[in-house]
């Protein structure tokens, strides 16, 4: 595991990270967090026991991000991904893992870039119209999380969202919109399982 800080054309940003070979895993963190959300719950201690490959970003439009500048731009945002998975993986399609905001910036990637499938963690937004038009082109397996607890994002939504995506959608019962926060046992079960049986497909 090593953490440093990456330039990336105007943005400097802080990334953990394990390049090891094999589809790489990346992490994009909610507005509120930082990368040190996934180091927290271990599932990065777990895929570095799997040897497997993953990046864990400070995004731009992080409210405490390790890093500068800050940019909501939604474009930005995924030409720092983008240039991050280029760099530190070139030819692969990873696997992104997308927490709230970070979900949304994992649905606009996915719809421009090729990705080997989506780990959504209650993503906002996932029903923008400009969205929703694109979905159709996706043939990527795509799994969904929604805690019950959750104020910010509704079953309902995600329930549509599911559907445009032919996802599918797992409840963690009494979890709030962090659900990987109240249950990080069963969110690294989940998706390791779901990493391994896109390596099966």
Excluded at 28 to 44: A, E, K, M, P, Q
Excluded at 55 to 69: E, H, K, L, Q, T
Excluded at 96 to 104: P, R
Aim: aromatic share 10%; glycine share 6%; net charge neutral.
């Amino acid at each position: 595991m090593r953490e440093e800080p990456f330039n990336l054309g105007r943005y400097r940003c802080r990334i953990i990270y394990n390049q090891v070979p094999g589809t790489p895993i990346i992490f994009l963190h909610g507005y509120n967090f930082t990368s040190n959300v996934w180091r927290d719950i271990g599932v990065l201690d777990e895929l570095e026991r799997e040897k497997i490959p993953y990046a864990a970003i400070d995004m731009p439009y992080g409210a405490r991000s390790v890093c500068s500048p800050r940019s909501r731009d939604p474009g930005e945002n995924i030409w720092v991904v983008h240039e991050i998975i280029r760099g530190l993986f070139p030819g692969t399609k990873p696997l992104i893992v997308g927490a709230s905001l970070g979900g949304y910036i994992a649905l606009k990637y996915a719809t421009t870039h090729p990705v080997a499938g989506l780990f959504l963690i209650a993503p906002v937004n996932g029903l923008e119209r400009e969205l929703v038009e694109k979905y159709k082109s996706l043939t990527i397996p795509v799994i969904i999380v929604w805690g019950s607890k959750d104020r910010v994002v509704s079953l309902d939504e995600l329930r549509k969202l599911a559907e445009h995506l032919e996802a599918q959608l797992t409840i963690y019962e009494n979890a709030k919109h962090p659900a990987y926060l109240d249950y990080p046992e069963r969110f690294k079960k989940d998706l390791i399982a779901f990493y391994k049986a896109i390596h099966l497909e």
